[in-house]
């Protein structure tokens, strides 16, 4: 897993974490994960995705790029904040 921080334009508590990493598992453990971030409370975005068989054909390797994003200080960003601050 790598990451790093960039700032977000017009805000001067938020960055955004870009963070790529590349894992290998099942499908089922793929739609898990994806489950999982999908109703999480914090806001993540799946810049991309990319999941090819390995040889043995029960497995994948996946590569994901997710931006998240966080407040000064580190506090994740929550989905309902996020939402509410657009109203």
Partial sequence: ISYGFEPVEGSDSLSKVIIT???QGTYADLMQFLNLLDHSSRLLIIESLAAAPEQNGNTLSVTMKM????REGGA??????AA???Q
């Fill in 67 to 70: 931006t998240c994003f966080v």
């Fill in 76 to 81: 994740p960003v929550e989905v309902a904040a």
């Fill in 84 to 86: 509410g601050a657009g």
């Fill in 21 to 23: 990493s590349s894992y």
